[in-house]
């Protein structure tokens, strides 16, 4: 069984995603409001990069 997490940058919408922690090569991540709908699966270097273009300004984030 998973451990799920949700990103500390969640409002208290609902808008919000949640991250799998404990998958040494995989990220899961999920939908707050979905917990038993689809899950997406990327690379901890493809989480990563995302993570840091996020971080930069690279990609917005709103």
């Known amino acids: 069984m998973r451990s799920w997490r949700k990103s500390t940058y969640s409002n208290g919408q609902g808008d919000c995603i949640e991250v799998a922690d404990g998958s040494a090569d995989i990220v899961p991540v999920r939908d707050s409001k979905d917990p038993d709908g689809p899950t997406l ?22």
């Open 41 to 62: 699966a990327f690379t901890t270097t493809a989480w990563t990069s995302f993570l840091t273009a996020i971080h930069t300004g690279e990609l917005p984030t709103g």
